[in-house]
Protein backbone atom coordinates (compact mmCIF):
# COMPACT_ATOMS: atom_id res chain seq x y z
CA UNK A 1 0.00 0.00 0.00
CA UNK A 2 3.15 2.61 1.02
CA UNK A 3 4.45 1.85 -2.71
CA UNK A 4 0.90 2.77 -4.16
CA UNK A 5 0.35 5.78 -2.24
CA UNK A 6 3.81 7.17 -3.34
CA UNK A 7 3.40 6.25 -7.28
CA UNK A 8 0.04 7.58 -6.74
CA UNK A 9 1.25 10.99 -5.34
CA UNK A 10 4.20 10.80 -8.49
CA UNK A 11 2.21 10.86 -11.27
CA UNK A 12 -0.74 13.06 -9.76
CA UNK A 13 -0.16 17.51 -8.85
CA UNK A 14 3.20 18.70 -10.30
CA UNK A 15 4.66 17.24 -13.31
CA UNK A 16 8.00 17.62 -12.49
CA UNK A 17 8.37 14.61 -10.30
CA UNK A 18 10.95 12.26 -12.25
CA UNK A 19 11.22 8.84 -11.97
CA UNK A 20 14.72 9.49 -10.13
CA UNK A 21 14.23 11.84 -8.01
CA UNK A 22 11.11 9.72 -6.60
CA UNK A 23 14.05 6.41 -6.29
CA UNK A 24 16.33 9.10 -4.40
CA UNK A 25 13.41 10.59 -2.52
CA UNK A 26 13.19 6.39 -1.04
CA UNK A 27 16.53 5.69 -1.08
CA UNK A 28 17.73 9.07 0.65
CA UNK A 29 15.06 10.22 3.09
CA UNK A 30 12.14 7.34 3.72
CA UNK A 31 14.85 4.63 4.29
CA UNK A 32 17.34 6.74 6.01
CA UNK A 33 17.93 5.18 9.48
CA UNK A 34 17.27 8.48 11.38
CA UNK A 35 13.80 9.11 9.21
CA UNK A 36 10.91 8.99 11.56
CA UNK A 37 7.46 9.73 11.04
CA UNK A 38 6.90 11.47 14.08
CA UNK A 39 8.69 14.54 13.12
CA UNK A 40 5.70 15.33 10.25
CA UNK A 41 3.66 15.61 13.06
CA UNK A 42 1.53 19.13 11.46
CA UNK A 43 4.35 19.22 8.69
CA UNK A 44 3.95 22.05 6.13
CA UNK A 45 6.70 22.75 3.62
CA UNK A 46 6.62 26.26 3.49
CA UNK A 47 6.49 26.89 7.29
CA UNK A 48 9.70 24.33 7.22
CA UNK A 49 11.70 27.02 4.51
CA UNK A 50 11.13 29.64 6.59
CA UNK A 51 12.52 28.05 9.28
CA UNK A 52 15.42 27.48 6.98
CA UNK A 53 15.56 30.62 5.19
CA UNK A 54 15.50 32.40 9.10
CA UNK A 55 18.67 30.16 10.46
CA UNK A 56 20.60 30.63 7.14
CA UNK A 57 20.30 34.56 7.50
CA UNK A 58 21.43 34.34 11.61
CA UNK A 59 23.98 31.72 10.83
CA UNK A 60 25.61 31.82 7.26
CA UNK A 61 26.53 35.55 7.67
CA UNK A 62 29.43 35.45 9.64
CA UNK A 63 30.84 32.27 7.46
CA UNK A 64 33.63 32.66 5.53
CA UNK A 65 34.04 36.06 6.11
CA UNK A 66 31.15 37.47 5.28
CA UNK A 67 30.19 40.73 6.43
CA UNK A 68 27.05 42.64 5.90
CA UNK A 69 26.87 46.48 5.47
CA UNK A 70 24.85 49.74 4.61
CA UNK A 71 26.25 51.91 1.71
CA UNK A 72 25.38 55.44 1.13
CA UNK A 73 24.94 56.62 -2.47
CA UNK A 74 24.19 59.48 -4.50
CA UNK A 75 21.14 59.48 -6.26
CA UNK A 76 20.21 62.11 -8.70
CA UNK A 77 16.82 64.18 -8.33
CA UNK A 78 15.17 67.01 -10.60
CA UNK A 79 15.62 69.49 -8.16
CA UNK A 80 19.15 71.68 -9.29
CA UNK A 81 21.88 70.76 -6.61
CA UNK A 82 24.89 73.53 -7.01
CA UNK A 83 26.97 70.56 -6.15
CA UNK A 84 25.67 68.08 -8.81
CA UNK A 85 26.04 65.18 -6.16
CA UNK A 86 22.15 64.28 -5.87
CA UNK A 87 20.96 63.54 -2.85
CA UNK A 88 22.22 60.62 -0.12
CA UNK A 89 20.43 57.88 -0.22
CA UNK A 90 21.30 54.29 2.47
CA UNK A 91 20.67 50.92 1.21
CA UNK A 92 20.87 48.33 4.33
CA UNK A 93 21.52 45.00 3.39
CA UNK A 94 24.60 44.70 1.60
CA UNK A 95 26.79 40.99 1.65
CA UNK A 96 30.63 41.49 1.24
CA UNK A 97 33.58 39.55 2.05
CA UNK A 98 37.36 40.70 1.60
CA UNK A 99 39.07 39.18 -1.51
CA UNK A 100 41.58 37.51 0.95
CA UNK A 101 38.47 35.11 2.75
CA UNK A 102 37.36 34.87 -0.86
CA UNK A 103 40.88 33.14 -1.56
CA UNK A 104 41.11 31.00 1.16
CA UNK A 105 38.03 29.53 0.90
CA UNK A 106 38.52 28.65 -2.51
CA UNK A 107 42.04 27.18 -1.92
CA UNK A 108 40.25 24.74 0.54
CA UNK A 109 37.50 23.54 -1.92
CA UNK A 110 37.69 20.00 -3.59
CA UNK A 111 38.26 21.47 -7.06
CA UNK A 112 41.30 23.75 -6.14
CA UNK A 113 43.04 19.89 -6.31
CA UNK A 114 42.80 20.83 -10.15
CA UNK A 115 44.09 24.28 -9.97
CA UNK A 116 47.19 25.42 -11.58
CA UNK A 117 49.55 26.66 -9.52
CA UNK A 118 52.70 26.98 -12.14
CA UNK A 119 52.44 28.51 -15.41
CA UNK A 120 53.57 26.84 -18.67
CA UNK A 121 53.65 27.67 -22.42
CA UNK A 122 51.81 25.53 -24.48
CA UNK A 123 53.20 24.23 -27.81
CA UNK A 124 51.93 23.04 -30.71
CA UNK A 125 53.74 21.38 -32.99
CA UNK A 126 52.65 20.24 -36.64
CA UNK A 127 53.11 17.31 -38.55
CA UNK A 128 56.15 18.79 -40.55
CA UNK A 129 57.57 19.95 -37.71
CA UNK A 130 56.29 23.05 -37.75
CA UNK A 131 55.77 24.87 -33.69
CA UNK A 132 53.25 27.28 -32.54
CA UNK A 133 52.50 29.01 -29.37
CA UNK A 134 48.74 28.35 -28.31
CA UNK A 135 46.95 30.79 -26.42
CA UNK A 136 43.63 29.02 -24.39
CA UNK A 137 43.97 29.49 -20.58
CA UNK A 138 45.27 32.57 -18.00
CA UNK A 139 48.36 30.57 -16.97
CA UNK A 140 49.54 29.80 -20.15
CA UNK A 141 50.18 33.69 -21.27
CA UNK A 142 53.19 35.62 -21.17
CA UNK A 143 51.93 38.03 -18.21
CA UNK A 144 51.08 35.29 -15.68
CA UNK A 145 54.40 33.59 -16.37
CA UNK A 146 56.22 37.06 -15.97
CA UNK A 147 54.29 37.20 -12.96
CA UNK A 148 55.19 34.45 -11.21
CA UNK A 149 58.96 34.90 -12.11
CA UNK A 150 59.00 38.39 -10.35
CA UNK A 151 57.45 36.43 -7.40
CA UNK A 152 59.57 33.89 -7.08
CA UNK A 153 62.50 36.19 -6.76
CA UNK A 154 60.83 38.25 -4.47
CA UNK A 155 62.67 38.62 -0.71
CA UNK A 156 60.93 37.33 2.12
CA UNK A 157 61.73 38.63 5.25
CA UNK A 158 59.48 36.02 7.98
CA UNK A 159 61.09 32.94 6.70
CA UNK A 160 58.46 31.78 4.85
CA UNK A 161 59.32 28.01 3.03
CA UNK A 162 55.86 27.67 1.34
CA UNK A 163 55.60 27.45 -1.87
CA UNK A 164 54.68 31.25 -3.83
CA UNK A 165 51.98 31.18 -6.02
CA UNK A 166 49.70 33.54 -7.85
CA UNK A 167 45.89 33.45 -7.48
CA UNK A 168 44.20 34.67 -10.57
CA UNK A 169 41.13 36.63 -10.05
CA UNK A 170 39.19 37.31 -12.96
CA UNK A 171 35.89 39.76 -12.66
CA UNK A 172 33.39 40.88 -15.12
CA UNK A 173 29.67 41.94 -14.56
CA UNK A 174 26.54 41.40 -16.50
CA UNK A 175 22.48 42.62 -15.80
CA UNK A 176 20.58 39.32 -14.61
CA UNK A 177 16.56 39.18 -14.80
CA UNK A 178 15.38 37.94 -11.53
CA UNK A 179 11.59 36.60 -12.60
CA UNK A 180 10.95 35.02 -15.41
CA UNK A 181 7.96 37.70 -15.87
CA UNK A 182 8.38 41.56 -15.04
CA UNK A 183 11.77 43.13 -15.41
CA UNK A 184 13.07 42.66 -11.91
CA UNK A 185 16.72 42.47 -12.21
CA UNK A 186 20.47 42.86 -10.50
CA UNK A 187 23.74 43.33 -11.74
CA UNK A 188 25.96 41.28 -9.74
CA UNK A 189 29.88 41.33 -9.94
CA UNK A 190 31.17 37.63 -11.03
CA UNK A 191 34.62 36.49 -9.98
CA UNK A 192 36.27 33.16 -12.10
CA UNK A 193 39.75 31.92 -10.65
CA UNK A 194 42.42 31.94 -13.92
CA UNK A 195 44.39 29.16 -12.27
CA UNK A 196 41.09 26.38 -13.00
CA UNK A 197 41.04 25.54 -16.83
CA UNK A 198 38.44 26.89 -18.60
CA UNK A 199 37.24 23.23 -19.37
CA UNK A 200 36.52 22.58 -16.06
Avoid at 1 to 15: K, Y
Avoid at 70 to 88: A, K, M, Y
Wanted: proline share 4%.
Amino acid sequence: MGIWQLMTWMITGSRQKSEAEVTRLVHEVIQAEDFDRSHFDGFNAHTQMNHFDKSENVTNAGLDGWKESSVDILVPTRERDPDGNGQPFTIPGLFHRSLTSVIRAVFTEKAAKWFHLTPFKRIWKSPTGQEQRLYDELYTSDAWITAHDDLQKQQLDNRCTLERVIAGLMFWSDATHLAQFGNASAWPVYLFFGNQSKYI
